[in-house]
């Protein structure tokens, strides 16, 4: 559902110099290659073509009205001839939204036998995109370039993941986080400037007081509660326990459905796409006050659940990681394996098949799960609350796979992206909480090495399907530092290119 009216728009940069019969054909021309995007099945978003601009003014209102319908979330430019690219300045100065230049042309193969040219004025990309890149360059404007013939599948693809890019930073632009409680004390690095946030990455982050969501908690009824228990039942493995009424693992499930309506009920009215929670935030201090209003443990069932519905999520007031979470699940819809919150818990020292497990107290997305996650009820002695609290346990899928974090350097936000491999991970029978188990890429040394020369987080937010491809169209819309570490990446060279990156940050503040 994230991709339904939604638009790219397709502006085709032309100029009358040929006639107007030439504007003619390359309009048909444009109409053939949009229709072909559109029937391709290979883009998420259906592709809206705007017509030929001819001249600065036509350009400028265009750009206008991208900028102004909330449906376009992104567009694409091809120049199939010679289009004079002082036409484009105040256009491209005024767009706002995200750019893919696609360097392609109508005509495949040279047709060397009957080329004239006629044909030579319908297919002058070869230039024409040239002129246009010079003055993207010019101008600074960020954007994506694609080259190839459009009725190329593997080009398609990269249009395709630059379209989830742009959909998912549509939806961080008037994305809502809530923090329930403030970070957790002391900590760093899921801290941050929340003034730049939304000045550079679009969403705004607010508190809402415990209090404030325990009213919603009082007002949860018990036959809603009932409901979403059996559902629950219905639809994971569960200890047998649960299912008995007389039973402490009964009330503990009983209390998280209550919480995940709760929680539910305030984001929806609060318009909330992404949240964070801390432990030792629960509502009313004291469980014997008589007037006791608050949750029995951190709600860790509902995060998991909110999650794989694509509520962004951070532990512990990570609001960097809850917004980083909700983007990843946007562009990662309908692609195959999940998305989750992560934290790297403890090292696996073997050799080269050093690893890292993936884990967290609670809350860990169940769209990563290899098999049906399991309800269980286990005491969690964290936080102000040390009580029995539910949660879901699984291992996850083993494969290729690629985590990534935003941290504050203070004078820019910085994304580090790891390609990781996924391996299989083993059930934790006295640590019962979900996992994943990974090498980052390039080895164990490397990877966590250049992660902490970084200054990269705990926290991630991890997807089998995303590429480094995406979150480089993602750095780029946003215009935000982003280092890669991949099959590639030597200790020794990531640090000259820190280094540089530094100074480039400096000169362009
Ligand atoms: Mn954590």
């Known amino acids: 559902m994230a991709f339904e009216n939604i638009e790219l728009w397709w502006v085709t940069g032309a100029q009358l110099l040929y006639g107007g019969d030439a504007v003619v054909k390359v309009d048909a021309h444009s109409k053939e290659m949009v229709e072909g995007l559109n029937a391709s099945g290979v883009l998420p978003i259906k592709v809206v073509y705007k017509g030929t601009a001819n001249s600065s003014r036509e350009v400028e209102a265009v750009m206008k009205e991208a900028n102004n319908d909330p449906r376009c979330v992104g567009v694409i430019t091809w120049m199939h001839t010679f289009s004079p690219a002082k036409m484009w300045i105040h256009g491209l100065q005024q767009l706002r939204k995200p750019l893919l230049h696609f360097h392609t042309q109508y005509n495949a193969e040279i047709p060397w036998e009957t080329m004239d040219m006629d044909f030579m004025n319908l297919n002058q990309s070869a230039h024409g995109d040239r002129e246009f890149g010079h003055i993207c360059a010019r101008l600074n404007v960020r954007r994506k370039v694609v080259v190839g013939h459009w009725k190329d599948k593997a080009v398609l693809e990269k249009i395709a993941v630059w379209s989830r890019v742009a959909a998912a930073w549509a939806d961080a632009q008037d994305m809502l986080v809530i923090r329930f ?35 919603y908690h009082k007002k949860v009824a018990d036959e809603d509660v009932q409901a979403l228990f059996d559902i629950y039942l219905s639809t994971y493995d569960f200890d047998p326990a649960i299912a008995d009424a007389s039973t402490p693992e009964h009330r503990s499930v009983w209390n998280a459905a209550k919480a995940e309506l709760a929680l539910r009920a305030c984001l929806r009215d609060k318009g909330a796409k992404a949240f964070t929670t801390n432990f030792d935030d629960l509502g009313t201090d004291d469980i014997n006050d008589p007037h006791f209003e608050g949750f029995d443990q951190i709600p860790g069932l509902a995060s998991q659940r909110l999650m794989a519905e694509g509520y962004g999520f951070g532990a512990e007031g990570d609001w960097k990681s809850a917004a980083l979470y909700r983007t990843l699940w946007v562009m990662n819809q309908g692609l195959p394996g999940g998305c989750s919150f992560l934290e790297d818990y403890t090292l696996n020292f073997d050799g080269n098949e050093s690893s890292i497990l993936q884990a967290h107290m609670l809350e860990i997305c169940p769209l990563i799960a290899e098999n049906k996650p399991r309800l269980e009820v286990h005491f969690l002695g964290i936080g102000i609350r040390k009580a029995l609290t539910a949660r879901l346990v699984f291992t996850s899928n083993p494969g290729q796979g690629i985590t990534a974090t935003i941290v504050d350097m203070g004078n820019r936000f910085r994304l580090i992206v790891n390609d990781v491999e996924c391996l299989k991970s083993k059930p934790l029978p006295k640590l019962p909480v979900a996992s994943a188990l990974w090498k980052p890429m390039p080895d164990f040394a490397t990877g966590a090495g250049a992660w902490i020369l970084a200054g990269g987080t705990h926290h991630s937010c991890f997807s089998y399907a995303i590429t480094s491809e995406y979150w480089d169209d993602y750095a780029e819309m946003a215009g935000i530092e982003m280092l890669h570490i991949d099959k590639d990446t030597t200790i020794e060279n990531f640090k000259k290119e820190m280094r540089l990156n530094e100074v480039y940050y400096m000169l362009k503040k």
């Open 181 to 215: 409680g403030d970070q957790m004390n002391n900590v760093a690095v899921t801290d941050g400037d929340k003034v730049a946030a939304e000045m550079q990455l679009g969403y705004h982050v607010d508190y809402c007081p415990v209090s404030e969501l325990m009213e």
